[in-house]
């Protein structure tokens, strides 16, 4: 879009998912009349980011390499998604999962009530989450959901195998249906209601 309205449309990048945050290495396609007022409002701030890597880069683009490393990583990205949506699909068909069209996350709803508990059975098993509690401004008028936000672009290819069995292992298991729950309460003994 940038390069078809250049006067008009800001496009920012970085090589934090195509090849490493430890580059911290990002960078703006932006309209000439606002380069003045970004680099002030950017300050003296990121001096860290080295000459040779900028130059490293630089020629990584014009090689092409970049562009090849970018598709490569899209088919790994979009393998890992895959993978994710099969494993629950088959493992935890009661959870739901949304957010997958773009980036590296997945967000997993979960039955109401069962996200702290879902967060520290992750954590038991090892598995580093966050819920959606967090994400819920505090003035939002829209109800809260329980649920899990995945991130499937960082652990290491070797890792994902144990750490989608972690992830299962951790979900809650599906709600009882209400016809189930009056069923279970009649033969306890307890009214149907």
């Given amino acids: 879009m940038q390069g078809l309205d250049p006067d ?3 496009y920012f990048g970085s090589t ?3 090849l490493s945050p430890a580059l911290r290495l990002g960078w703006m396609a932006l309209p000439g009349r606002l380069v003045d007022d970004i680099v002030a409002a950017k300050g003296s701030r990121e001096l860290w980011s080295g000459v040779t890597d900028q130059l490293t880069l630089a020629d990584f683009v014009a090689g092409g390499a970049y562009d090849r490393q970018l598709r490569r990583m899209r088919g790994i990205y979009r393998r890992r998604r895959d993978l994710l949506t099969a494993v629950l699909a088959e493992r935890a068909p009661h959870i739901t999962v949304s957010g997958i069209a773009a980036g590296l996350h997945a967000v997993l709803e979960l ?4 996200e702290r ?4 059975a ?3 098993l ?3 989450l966050d819920g959606l509690g967090p994400y819920l401004h505090p003035d939002s008028t829209m109800p809260p959901r329980d649920g899990l936000v995945i991130g499937y672009g960082t652990p290491p290819e070797h890792a994902i ?3 989608l069995e972690a992830l299962c292992l951790a979900l809650p298991d599906p709600a009882p249906s209400l016809s189930a729950a009056r069923t ?3 033969i306890d003994g307890e009214p149907d209601h």
Avoid: E, F, I, Y
């Fill in 8 to 10: 008009r449309v800001v």
């Fill in 161 to 163: 195998p144990a750490a």
């Fill in 16 to 18: 934090s998912k195509s």
């Fill in 117 to 120: 508990a879902a967060l520290r």
């Fill in 111 to 114: 039955p109401p009530g069962t």
């Fill in 184 to 186: 279970d309460s009649a």
């Fill in 122 to 124: 992750a954590r038991r």
């Fill in 126 to 128: 090892g598995l580093a």
